[in-house]
């Protein structure tokens, strides 16, 4: 009888940042989107960086490679004494699809709002994000809000 393979949820770390390049590049790629280069060092600097405004990061590993990545961050909310927790980006490569990597990365920004006092954990995906939609209706509520943004000059 064989085993399944240990999936790990863990902090991002400095070591990492070959693989999550690879993974944020994936991610992008899956959004019809591209950064310049300087951008993904300064977002990975500040993924792992002390300052309490920035993103945190969190990744998956299988098998001791990683396979997903999720960023959130914490903050002030008018509504709220206690902060809430944005969930930003969220990816599992494709080959690991249907093996629970997005829920384990959710639960484990939960874990962190958990931890951190934050009841209120929320995240924006596409409408024609299905396959994704279908694990977020399992484990969260959609609501009814509509997002809008400035139209840039």
């Known amino acids: 009888m064989t085993s399944e393979p240990a ?14 390049a690879a993974l944020w590049l994936a991610y ?24 309490p405004q920035d993103f945190n990061g969190l990744v998956a590993v299988l098998d001791g490679k ?12 008018g509504w709220k004494v206690e902060n809430v927790c944005y969930l ?3 990816y599992a490569d494709p080959s690991v699809r249907g093996m629970g990597v997005g829920r384990a990365l959710i639960e484990g920004v939960y874990a962190a709002a958990d931890a951190n006092g934050t ?5 924006l995906t596409q409408e024609e994000n299905t396959e994704a939609r279908k694990l977020y209706d399992r484990i969260a509520k959609v ?11």
């Open 143 to 153: 609501t009814n809000f509509i997002k809008y943004g400035r139209v840039e000059a």
């Open 88 to 90: 930003q980006d969220l």
């Open 66 to 77: 990683l396979v997903g990545l999720t960023h959130y961050l914490f903050h002030r909310h």
């Open 119 to 123: 009841p209120s954990v929320y995240w």
């Open 28 to 51: 992008l790629d899956f959004y019809k989107t591209s950064l310049p280069a300087a951008t993904f060092n300064v977002y990975f600097d500040r993924l792992l960086g002390a300052d």
């Open 7 to 20: 999936l790990e949820v863990r902090p991002l770390q400095e070591s990492d940042r070959d693989a999550w």
